[in-house]
């Protein structure tokens, strides 16, 4: 059950199946259109041309939520989303803090920022980077576990005067799993212990080559505290961004997924979503993981009123039916008989997940995007 054709693959790319067997013949492995190729190589092949990955479940299928790709032409360019990990302490919610003092439009506003799970940067030429606070290595994994892979760049902070420590390595596994490039953010270097070059020579033997050790993987030194090296981190993401030509096609209906969600007392359920291609809209009606709803209001990371979100975007999202779990997605749909159909189809699953141990099929696993 764990394969695909190498035409069927192609298909759901929108490649030509002859480029596919050809790029397997380089890899090593002859087969003809109409052979299976396992769940491994199919991944390979699916980053080899440049798509991503997108996890279909079957109960999604059969219920019509698969989803659809979006032709290439209506692709336009997104903001990257960038996730900082590291060890405890090592200064992320520090370097995140500084970041986001780095905003032009915040510092215009003079508003606080609120905190949402979620914020985006405008930088001094007008570029935005979407940033996600990340509650920890758990929730990165688990979202990913549960098919969100929202993360486009990881920054990893090392504090130069700790080195690589346990969590710096459990984050390096994570990325490489998630197969999401990395920029190395080499923190604390105003301490007088500092030894950046030591983070670098450390960090191959976790077979992660800087470029200043030959390899490609970026980094910078940086101090959060002294607000050093911010600007050369922030190009560092837009270079990487630029390679890659991130796109999503913003005139559909919006598909998301949740950041973060609670029950807030005076506003009922409250989700923060990170909308990841078409535009959602105040009044839309969405299936959002086993709950469904009408956008009610859409609040951005500046705490303001906003009537639409494109890709890219975080929100809050007010109007939820119950408060749905992280790595949720969100889906618009034509009418609210139909979340609430999607919505109770998946309720039900749930249920029957709890009771059977049903095992997993990955025939409907690929879907290519972008
Ligand atoms: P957890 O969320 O607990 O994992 O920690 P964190 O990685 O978010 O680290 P945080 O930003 O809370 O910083 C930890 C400590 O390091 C704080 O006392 C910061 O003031 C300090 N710190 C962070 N960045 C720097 C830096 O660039 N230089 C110096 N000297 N101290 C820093
Ligand atoms: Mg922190």
Do not use: W
């Amino acid at each position: 059950p764990e394969s695909i054709t190498v035409q069927e693959l192609a298909n759901r790319m929108a490649e030509k199946g002859a480029d596919l067997v050809k790029a397997l013949f380089k890899m090593g492995t002859a087969v003809t259109l109409n052979q299976p190729i396992d769940q491994d190589t199919a991944e390979l092949l699916v980053e080899e041309f440049g798509h991503r990955i997108q996890r279909v479940s079957e109960a999604d299928v059969e219920i019509g939520m698969e989803g659809e790709v979006d032709a290439p032409e209506t692709l336009k360019p997104r903001a990257p989303v960038v996730t900082i990990m590291g060890h405890v302490d090592h200064g992320k919610t520090s370097l995140l803090d500084a970041l986001r003092g780095t905003d032009v439009v915040a510092g215009e506003s003079g508003g606080i920022t609120q905190h949402i799970g979620a914020y985006q940067v405008t930088t001094k030429k007008g570029d935005v980077i979407t940033f996600l606070d990340t509650p920890g290595h758990e929730a990165f994994s688990e979202m990913r576990a549960r098919g969100a892979n929202v993360t486009d760049i990881v920054i990893l902070v090392v504090a130069a005067d700790d080195g690589l420590m346990p969590q710096t390595i459990e984050a390096i596994n994570h990325t490489k799993a998630a197969g999401v490039p990395m920029i190395v953010a080499i923190n604390k270097c105003d301490k007088p212990e500092a030894n950046p070059q030591k983070v670098r020579e450390r960090l191959l033997s976790e077979e992660i080559v800087v470029e200043d050790m030959g390899g490609d993987v970026q980094d910078v030194e940086v101090s959060a505290l002294k607000k050093t090296g911010l600007d050369e981190l922030i190009d560092k993401i837009l270079l990487q961004a630029e390679v890659m030509e991130l796109t999503a096609n913003p005139d559909r209906q919006a598909e998301g997924n949740v950041i973060e969600a609670q029950l807030d007392k005076g506003r009922g359920a409250v989700a923060t979503v990170l909308v990841r291609k078409g535009t959602l809209k105040v009044g839309d009606t969405f299936v959002i993981g086993a709950e469904s709803g009408k956008v009610r209001a859409l609040v951005n990371d500046k705490g303001q009123n906003v009537k639409v979100a494109g890709p890219s975007t975080p929100v809050e999202v007010l109007g939820l039916s119950g408060v749905p779990l992280a790595g949720d997605q969100l889906t618009v749909v034509e009418n609210e008989a139909r979340a609430r159909e999607v919505a109770a189809y998946r309720q039900e699953q749930a249920t029957k997940k709890r009771t059977t141990t049903a095992p997993t099929s990955f025939e409907h696993m690929f879907s290519a995007l972008n």
